[in-house]
């Protein structure tokens, strides 16, 4: 909770459809502010695709320092169809990720009543877990290069890095966040430890060592080729998910896609210390063909909105606005995908509001 009591929320809408969802989101956190009487302050900021091309710049000088004086970020989404891939998703997302220090990647995978999954005779009990992804390090640590560039003999390296500091936070993290989920208390490490001789060995001897402090946390490990396996057959089986920065990546679009699509699915870049800013997202991307439209759905950004207000200390709240989600998505919505709703993307933001 904000140390004055005043939950200080930026804003960035971002691109394509990001402000369009982000707004329904924002409706929400007003709605709820006024019935759990929360203080907030809001602060829109224009980062992204089309201030770039105007600017030439994707984040201005002292922008993370601002940014980094607020309790928490709502982020609509990255991604410009005139802006060359990896500008804005380096110069915005990631830098905001390791400037804040965002070390953890919290991506919930539950499958709402009313929601369609696409693997047969699965329902809601069976897909409800967590992946832990860690967020500053491994091959998205930017370290590489070129050697003898656009010429036959040419040499590309990319280096994936993992320090024990690094794994011994994210792995702690997930484990006191595995205590306090439910019943089940289930940490599966996910890594590659039979190729991935050094990092993942790294990784290995971490979670041991820190599963010591939690006897009453069930370990278990998974390589991720057979994780993505187990996800599609057996998804009951996790409970919470720890695992390196881009397996983490990718598993959590598998995990999208099985509770219900873009629509849904929502993340934190979480900075848990006493300070920390933290940033939530809708998975979407800025989907340009659904921009101005209003067919996109706001459901994975309300939902990263509740995401935000559990994360900023506000318990109840969150917990309200799961709760509408979940009502409407089980007695309103035909279908998460975009133009197919029933609804309009501001229609499912007033829906929400009405079911708090
Ligand atoms: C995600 C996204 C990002 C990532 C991209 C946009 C850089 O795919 O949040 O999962 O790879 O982390
Ligand atoms: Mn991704």
Redesign the pocket.
């Known amino acids: 909770m904000s140390s004055d009591d005043t939950l200080k929320v930026a804003v960035i809408g971002g691109d394509g459809t990001g402000p369009e969802v982000a707004a329904e989101g924002i409706k929400v956190l007003k709605a709820v502010a006024k019935l759990e009487q929360i203080k907030y302050e809001l602060r829109d900021f224009d980062y992204g695709g089309d201030r770039y091309l105007r600017t030439g710049e994707v984040l201005p000088d002292g922008a993370v320092d601002e940014l980094g004086r607020f309790d928490a970020i709502l982020l609509g989404a990255?991604g410009h169809p005139e802006v060359a891939p990896g500008i804005l998703?380096k110069g915005l997302?990631?830098e905001l990720r390791f400037r804040l220090d965002q070390y953890i990647n919290l991506r919930p995978v539950k499958l709402f009543p009313g929601v369609k999954t696409p693997l047969a005779g699965k329902g809601p009990d069976d897909i409800d877990f967590v992946v832990v992804r860690e967020n500053t390090e491994d091959l998205y640590a930017g370290m590489g290069g070129f050697l003898k560039k656009h010429t036959p003999d040419e040499v590309a390296t990319q280096t994936a890095i993992y320090t024990r500091k690094g794994c011994e936070r994210c792995t702690r993290w997930a484990f006191e966040y595995t205590r306090k989920r439910n019943m089940r208390k289930r940490l599966t490490l996910v890594a590659k430890t039979n190729v991935l001789t050094f990092g993942h060995d790294l990784w290995w001897r971490t979670f041991q060592d820190v599963a010591r402090e939690y006897p009453d946390v069930e370990t278990d490990y998974n390589h991720v080729d057979a994780c993505c396996m187990w996800m599609v057959k057996n998804p009951e089986y996790y409970d919470v998910i720890v695992t390196t920065n881009m397996f983490g990546?990718i598993i959590?679009d598998l995990a999208g896609i099985i509770q219900g699509g873009m629509g849904v699915a929502a993340?934190g870049n979480i900075n848990p210390e006493p300070g920390g800013t933290s940033m939530f997202e809708p998975?979407g991307g800025s989907a340009p063909k659904y921009t101005g439209k209003g067919v996109i759905n706001s459901i994975a950004a309300i939902s990263a909105t509740a995401m935000l207000l559990e994360q900023a200390g506000y318990q109840n709240a969150a917990d309200r606005v799961m709760k509408a989600i979940q009502t409407i998505t089980g007695t309103k919505m035909k279908s998460q995908s975009a133009g197919k709703m029933g609804y309009s993307t501001t229609d499912v933001g007033d829906l929400v509001c009405e079911a708090l």
């Open positions: 990255v998703e997302l990631l990546d959590t993340g998975m």
